[in-house]
Nanobody, 116 residues
Framework: QVQLVESGGALVQPGGSLRLSCAAS????????MSWYRQAPGKERDMVAT????????NYADSVKGRFTISRDNAKNTMYLQMNDLKPEDTAAYYC?????????WGQGTQVTVSS
């Protein structure tokens, strides 16, 4: 079965950096686009970044452009989100998402807290 496991979340000061990972299993990772989403308390879950199956095409939410970088290693069945210049408004639970055959699959999330 599909399994998505996020890791790398932490408490970090404003201006700091983190790298999140999403380890995937149970499906052919290399043929699917993948996404990162985030959800802050009391808010909707929003798309942060998307990456094509080859990693060539990426898209970002305006709020993270120039600060976050999405990438993937198909040999390791893993997707990453490099987050630089973190701001308090980046505080949220971060989730990886797979859309496969019309169904959405989510990981359990990893918490990122940006605070001094």
């Amino acid at each position: 079965q599909v399994q998505l496991v996020e890791s790398g979340g932490a408490l970090v000061q404003p201006g700091g950096s983190l790298r999140l990972s999403c380890a995937a299993s149970g499906f052919t990772f290399s043929i699917y686009w993948m996404s990162w989403y985030r959800q802050a308390p009391g808010k909707e879950r929003d798309m942060v970044a998307t990456i094509s199956n080859t990693g060539i095409t990426t898209n970002y939410a305006d709020s993270v452009k120039g600060r976050f970088t999405i990438s993937r290693d198909n040999a390791k069945n893993t997707m990453y989100l490099q987050m630089n210049d973190l701001k308090p408004e980046d505080t949220a639970a971060y989730y990886c998402k797979l859309r496969m055959r019309g169904n959405d699959y989510w990981g359990q999330g990893t918490q990122v807290t940006v605070s001094s």
